[in-house]
């Protein structure tokens, strides 16, 4: 009996939750269409925008990001230097804007202003600081092998970097490795490749351990427990590279480790470092989100100043 009652009872809670079913809408506002920016700037190189308009998240409308006619202005102290024309227009790219008049220099405030007809005007403003010189840069052990296709050699190598950070004030910096891969064809210099290291670091100096973000293979971070200190930094990166490409009967050696020390805005750090963050909870769906930081009033994306220095450091495997 207490068998057939609890069926009773189960039965009547399906049927009363299925009939409780309702369709919910959701009234969503369309939010307009604003101006994108992406433009990180650094001595004695021109200025290059991109350009490209943002899509509501309910919007069905194709949103074309081709924008020939926007009124691109480079000002300082409120007086334009520069109006940029686009550089290229495709159907399957953002718009880029690139200065031919005015070059970047450091400490000068840099204001872009942005019209386009339809949506609402923009400003940023930002500036270089001073380029931080690497003072010291060291090659230490390195462990090479053939990885499993047999046909490429991964290898990581311990990197010291040292810097002398300027007291009393905060300071950013990004430090990136490249590998310089030269092919064994007369044209050497064509033939160069910068190699971005494919994995992280596994010696990350304790000092920053709990303060950085990676950054297109390179590591962002801030002087919080350094400040006005001579610092050396250790790190591990692990480098590919193909040592022949039998199409072309060509052989490829590293020749060398290229070390360059960014001396980055605030802005530029505030924006690259959510766009860590924001990618690495990407598979945390119960994480916080993390909102993008922007310096663009009225638009979306980052106008920011950098300086940097480079250093090579010759390798033999």
Same mark, same amino acid.
Do not use: C, D, R
């Given at each position: 009996m207490k068998k057939v009652l609890h069926i009773v009872i189960i039965s009547s809670l399906f049927l009363l939750f299925s009939t409780c079913e309702k369709e919910v809408q959701l009234n969503i506002d369309e939010v307009d269409s604003k101006l994108a920016i992406l433009c990180d700037f650094s001595p004695d190189e021109p200025f290059i925008l991109e350009l490209s308009k943002s899509k509501s998240i309910n919007s069905t409308k194709l949103v074309s990001n081709i924008i020939n006619n926007a009124d691109v202005q480079i000002c300082v102290n409120n007086q334009l230097v520069e109006t940029i024309s686009p550089l290229n227009v495709s159907s399957d790219a953002n718009t880029k804007y690139q200065s031919s008049v005015v070059i970047p220099k450091v400490?000068?405030?840099?204001?872009?202003?942005?019209?386009?007809d339809g949506?609402?005007? =923009?400003?940023? $403003? &930002?500036?270089?600081?001073?380029?931080?010189? =690497?003072?010291? $840069? &060291?090659?230490?052990?390195i462990n090479s092998s053939l990885t499993d296709d047999n046909e490429?050699?991964?290898y990581e190598v311990r990197v010291g970097v040292q810097l002398d950070d300027p007291a009393d004030e905060t300071n950013y910096y990004q430090i990136t490795f490249y590998q310089e891969v030269v092919s064994s064809q007369p044209s050497v210099q064509e033939n160069q490749i910068l190699v971005i290291p494919n994995d992280g670091y596994s010696l990350i100096d304790n000092d920053?351990?709990?303060?950085?973000?990676?950054i297109d293979g390179g590591i962002l971070f801030k002087d919080l427990t350094f400040n006005g200190t001579s610092k050396e930094f250790v790190f591990q990166p692990l480098f590919y590279y193909k040592p022949e490409d039998l199409n072309t009967n060509t052989t490829y050696f590293p020749k060398n480790i290229i070390i360059e020390l960014r001396s980055v805005s605030e802005e530029y750090y505030k924006y690259y470092t959510s766009v860590y963050r924001q990618s690495s909870q990407e598979n945390t769906p119960f994480s916080n989100p993390t909102v993008i930081y922007s310096n663009i009033k009225n638009g979306y994306g980052i106008f920011a100043g950098y300086s940097k220095s480079t250093v090579k450091i010759p390798i033999e495997l």
């Open positions: 400490k000068q405030v840099y204001t872009l202003k942005v019209e386009v949506l609402e005007p =923009i400003t940023a $403003s &930002s500036s270089i600081p001073e380029a931080i010189e =690497i003072s010291h $840069s &060291s090659i230490g052990e490429t050699v991964s920053i351990a709990n303060n950085f973000n990676l």
